[in-house]
């Protein structure tokens, strides 16, 4: 089935894919195979969902390639207070996702097992091996690491921002700063530069200990900030811009308006 997404005065077609029940061997898998390459070649990623891939790499989300994986696949993984805004993503994911989010647990000694956190991932594909690409420098099967690429001033808008802030940013006494701990001083000053020339923000950085760069602004600069992302934050992350806590804030409904979202973003 296919819906339409609009961002950037782009239109994009969204393919949904529906999931179908594989048995090893038999005549429906090798139906289910050439079935499953005809909509890997129609599978397109829209401007809306590459934003949120975007702002999500500089923030919690991961790529892997895998062992002996040929294409890479995106990860959303967030803590369990932060179901709803798990299932937002999930929403404008959708389209390149088989499983609904679901529980991580992990197993302590004397807790036992326990759950952890909210995630789901996304099918593998060339379109986001290209992602994989760019955000990382690979090391073999493994992860690799995450980068800063240099043109990130094309890449990132207000809606990726926002992702971003929503997935690594704090907000205190009138100041908002962003965890960039995984990224390396010239990455930090690429991304100064571009939040200067996209957004006219000014943001600045201070090492953490030994932890790594935290980025900040002076309340002048939160407010900008915060005008730019306001539109995109949910509700149940408006804590991250200073309003209510997600506790009192959280919305009953997870359903993504693509459209009037992506019409929004500059």
């Not at 690799?144 to 690594?168: C, E, Q, T």
């Not at 950085?205 to 306001?230: A, V």
């Amino acid at each position: 089935m296919h819906t339409k997404s609009a961002h950037n005065g782009e239109c994009h077609s969204i393919i949904r894919v529906i999931i179908m029940v594989n048995t090893v061997g038999s005549s429906e898998n090798k139906h289910w195979q050439k079935k499953w390459i005809l909509i890997k070649n129609q599978v397109v990623i829209s401007s809306l969902q590459r934003s949120l891939i975007i702002g999500s790499l500089l923030g919690d989300g991961t790529m892997r390639m895998g062992k002996g994986a040929v294409n890479a696949n995106f990860k959303v993984e967030q803590g369990l207070v932060q179901k709803e805004y798990v299932l937002w993503k999930y929403e404008i994911l959708k389209p390149l996702v088989f499983t609904e989010p679901k529980i991580s647990y992990r197993y302590d000694p004397q807790k036992g097992k326990y759950p952890k956190s909210w995630w789901f991932r996304t099918i593998r594909h060339p379109l986001l091996t290209e992602m994989y690409n760019t955000f990382y420098i690979p090391k073999g099967y493994r992860t690799g690491r995450k980068i800063v690429p240099k043109h990130i001033v094309h890449l990132l808008d207000s809606f990726g921002l926002a992702i971003w802030v929503m997935d690594d940013g704090s907000y205190h006494k009138g100041v908002l700063d962003i965890s960039t701990y995984s990224f390396l001083l010239l990455e930090i000053k690429l991304l100064q530069n571009a939040l200067k020339k996209k957004f006219n923000v000014d943001m600045r950085y201070y090492k953490d200990r030994d932890k790594g760069y935290r980025m900040y602004c002076n309340m002048k600069e939160t407010r900008k900030l915060i005008q730019t992302i306001k539109p995109y934050i949910i509700a149940s992350m408006m804590y991250k811009i200073g309003f209510r806590n997600p506790v009192t804030t959280g919305s009953k409904s997870t359903k993504v308006d693509e459209v009037k979202i992506a019409s929004a973003v500059t």
